[in-house]
Structures are given as structure tokens and as C-alpha cells.
């Protein structure tokens, strides 16, 4: 009967920057209802044209599947996950069990705790398995961060990483310059 079907499980990682660039960065998420704060962090990958691939991995409701992700990530060539969960968020600490990669933790403010469960969830990882966090919502910084790993070791990321820093203090300048005339 219907109800007995099992989900399609889907390859892992979709590819939205372009068919010849193999994705770098695999952003993904605990609910599509993640999706609206990752949506800031997803515009920087665009910016700096980081082959990212997209997905959803719930801990809680696909744990095989997010596994299997975990699992398989490195081997398909890519480099950082960005992890989004919000309440008891348990998928970027899964993830970094997992696989060898950096892992980037996102708490998303999604419960009556505004967020504090989900920061708290992700950042308090046992020795042994870091898991980075960045602040409640800002998938900027987790993309900044991720492209700043690959700037280790890819020129282009780095140099367009210290023209994104330029820019910012220039803009900063600027402001104070409107001040104080
Ligand atoms: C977590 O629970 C997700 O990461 C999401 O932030 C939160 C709420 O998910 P919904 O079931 O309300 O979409 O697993």
C-alpha cells in the first residue's frame, strides 16, 4: 500500500552553481524550514562563486540518510559542511562524528528558547569532535568562515576574502567620515 512506500532516497549532494563545477561547500539543514536563514549565508557563497551543493539531513527524522552524507561527503570532493538545525540541533555534531571534514554549526532560532537550545546544542561538543559554531541565524559568518578554509589553500578565495575585508572597513570609513562632517 501507499503507506508502506519508502521515500526515494536521493543521491547525495545536488549541484546548483553551474554542471561542470563540483560543489566545494555542502550546506544543508535539519528542515527546509532552515532554509530562510541560510538563505544570507547562501547569497555569499554566490558572491564569492563557490560551487555549493544544497540538501536536507535531518538528525532526527532521516538519521540513516544524513549519515550516509556524512559519510560520503569527503570522498565526492567536498572541502566544509554548513550545518543548519535549530532546537535539539544534533546535525552538525552528527555530521562531524561522522566525516573528517570542518563542519560548521548553525543554530537557527526555531523553538521558545529563541535559539539558546540550538547554540547550546551545537557548541557544546564532546573533546574529540569540534564542531564550529557561529552565532544564532548568521549563516553570513558560517559562509564567510567555510570560504576562509578554502582560502587556506585556493588563492582566488583567499584574495577575494581580503577584498570583501577591504570593502567592509572602506564602507566603515566612509560611514564615520559622513559623521563627523
Ligand atoms: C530542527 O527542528 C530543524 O533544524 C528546525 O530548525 C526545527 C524545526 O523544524 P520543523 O519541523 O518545524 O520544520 O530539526
Known amino acids: 500500500s501507499k503507506s508502506e512506500k519508502k521515500p526515494v532516497r536521493p543521491e547525495t549532494g545536488n549541484h546548483v ?24 549565508g547562501l547569497d555569499i557563497l554566490k558572491d564569492f562563486k563557490v560551487p555549493y551543493a544544497l540538501d536536507i539531513t535531518s538528525a532526527h527524522r532521516t538519521p540513516k540518510y544524513m549519515m550516509r552524507v556524512a559519510d560520503e561527503a569527503a570522498g565526492k ?20 562524528s561522522e566525516t573528517p571534514l570542518p563542519v560548521i554549526g548553525v543554530p537557527v532560532k526555531a523553538t521558545h528558547l ?4 540550538s547554540l547550546l ?9 569540534p564542531t564550529a559554531t557561529v552565532g544564532i541565524n548568521n549563516s ?6 567555510a570560504i576562509r578554509i578554502l582560502g587556506a589553500f585556493t588563492p582566488r578565495y583567499q584574495e577575494k576574502m581580503r577584498k ?3 570593502d567592509m572597513e572602506e564602507a566603515v570609513i566612509e560611514k564615520g567620515n559622513k559623521l563627523r562632517t
Open 164 to 166: 570583501y575585508q577591504l
Open 140 to 145: 553570513t559568518n558560517a559562509a564567510l568562515l
Open 77 to 96: 570532493g567536498i572541502k566544509v559542511i554548513i550545518a543548519a538545525a535549530g532546537g535539539a540541533a544534533h546535525l552538525p555534531g552528527m555530521l562531524a
Open 121 to 129: 546544542s551545537i557548541v557544546q561538543m564532546p573533546r574529540g569532535v
Open 17 to 40: 552553481d553551474g554542471p561542470s563545477d563540483k560543489p566545494l561547500v555542502l550546506v544543508t539543514m535539519g528542515s527546509d524550514s532552515d532554509l530562510p536563514v541560510l538563505k544570507a
Open 114 to 117: 529563541d535559539g539558546m537550545d
